[in-house]
């Protein structure tokens, strides 16, 4: 699966994409592996680009503090974690290594969370016929964990006009799959980008007419398999 967006529309309309087991860019780019993980005592891990296309690729990898609120995906600018290239041109037919290093960890947090971009340069390969030029981005999730034993804790709660799933704990959880059941009806729920939802972050949804709180239930599907919660009443 590959996003695309008109190099005149701007970064700003560009999404992210998450994709397994190897995330692809471009014609032919692929990148592996589509998520890190910095256990305690780990610095550096590296990503593998492969261009499986015809044509040079050249792309600009930097790495962004990553929260949520407000059922927003925030990403600002961080120096907490440096790549090495930053700027890398992979031949067609040609694979490149690089690393990702922690510069700095944050002690005060079990888990901190970032987002690694990956985006195409504009190349003086590109075709100049071309009606109109694209560019790629991908954002691969990086979790750098300071110390052992940090843990999502999943809490969902309901009231008249609203479901809130709360993650509790001190670590990341990834959800492939909500659904609310009431009786014989089920409303599908639209998750966090990628399903995942921070340590410490909630998600809200509007609830569907005639949902009683009371008696609704919530399926979940994660790494873990499926479990069913019922909803906590909220005052």
């Known amino acids: 699966m590959i996003l695309r967006a008109p190099l ?38 590296e990503l593998r680009l492969s261009n499986a296309g015809d044509a040079p690729v050249v792309v600009e990898i930097k790495v962004l503090r990553w929260s949520q609120r407000d059922n927003q995906e925030l990403l ?23 690393r990702v290093g922690i510069r700095q960890r944050d002690d005060t947090a079990c888990e901190t969370s970032y987002r690694v971009e990956i985006m195409e340069v504009p190349s003086q390969h ?34 008249t006009n609203e479901l809130v799933l709360h993650n509790s704990g001190d670590a990341h959880l990834q959800l492939h799959q909500a659904t609310l059941v009431d009786g014989e009806q089920r409303w599908p ?11 410490g972050s909630q998600y809200r949804w509007p609830l569907p007419a005639g949902v009683n709180p009371a ?21």
């Open 189 to 199: 729920i639209s998750l966090p980008k990628v399903g995942y939802l921070l340590g």
């Open 8 to 45: 005149a529309v701007g970064a700003a309309l560009l999404f992210s994409l998450l994709l397994a087991p190897t995330g692809a860019l471009a014609l032919g780019l692929q990148v592996s592996p589509i998520k890190l993980h910095f256990a305690p005592g780990v610095r550096v891990q």
């Open 76 to 98: 600002v600018a961080s120096r907490d974690v440096l790549v090495t290239p930053p700027i890398s041109e992979i031949a067609a037919g040609q694979r490149r290594s690089v």
């Open 126 to 159: 590109r075709t100049p016929a071309a009606p109109v030029n694209f560019l790629t981005r991908m954002l691969l999730p990086a979790f750098v964990e300071s110390r052992h034993g940090c843990q999502g804790q999943l809490q969902v709660q309901g009231n």
């Open 215 to 235: 008696a609704a239930r919530l399926i979940i599907k994660d790494h873990a398999g499926e479990q069913r919660q019922p909803l906590t009443l909220a005052p």
